[in-house]
């Protein structure tokens, strides 16, 4: 084996166990799975999508299980999510489709929710269930609202994020989380009960960012 090979081997097998680490150990309170409540509305973002890609938004889950994260399940989502947030270049609905919001697959031009739609179909296409890749909506803390991929696996719920690099457990990062795809129909959404509190919320990002 080369030196690079090993390097990389190395690499990927360190990433992994600091986020399962990172996933194992979260604080009281700070729960690595999601917590969810219930049916809630559907963003309309996404039912205008739905009406033109129905059969992506009638997948019904034939089990509940997390995805079991192996090395190569890690590699996949590190390789997919780097490779989206490289090759598709951000831009406004309003600047490329000259309308407030469209959810739609991205080619070469996306925002937020375009990312995390690419990210879901590329790992459904090496196999992953749609029910562990999750479609999210999230509020920054500056107050705008944000979309993001939420995979859910056996070591937590982790985060697809056009605007970071590095996939972090969803307590981990600086987002308030509202909704997201109800893991049972890709069409439906559930409401997501965060109850991290704002200095547990502070104290984690600044350990991250550290």
């Not at 309170?29 to 809630?40: D, F, P, S, V």
């Not at 070591?155 to 893991?183: C, H, M, S, V």
């Not at 129909?185 to 350990?207: C, F």
Request: charged fraction near 25%; charge should be positive.
């Amino acid at each position: 084996m080369t030196n690079i090979k090993k390097a990389k081997k190395w690499l990927l097998a360190a990433s992994i166990a600091a986020a399962v680490s990172s996933a194992s150990s979260a604080g009281a309170g700070q729960q690595a799975i999601m917590e969810t409540t219930g049916l809630t509305s559907q963003p309309i973002g996404h039912y205008e999508y739905c009406q033109a890609n129905r059969s992506d938004c009638r997948i019904k889950a034939r089990s509940m299980k997390p995805e079991h994260l192996t090395r190569e399940r890690w590699s996949e989502m590190v390789e997919i999510n780097a490779y989206a947030n490289a090759t598709v270049t951000p831009v406004t609905d309003m600047d490329y489709f000259g309308v407030p919001e469209i959810w739609s697959m991205p080619e070469a031009y996306g925002d937020c929710e375009d990312y995390a739609l690419l990210k879901r179909r590329m790992l459904m296409q090496k196999g992953w269930p749609a029910s562990v890749l999750l479609v999210t909506v999230v509020r920054q803390p500056n107050g705008d609202g944000h979309a993001v991929l939420t995979v859910r696996t056996d070591r937590g719920d982790f985060i697809l994020d056009n605007l970071n690099e590095r996939i972090l457990p969803w307590n981990e990062t600086e987002y308030r989380y509202l909704k997201r795809q109800a893991a049972a129909h890709s069409g439906k959404w559930e409401g997501i009960a965060d109850r991290r509190n704002a200095k547990a919320l502070v104290s984690s990002v600044g350990s991250v960012n550290q």
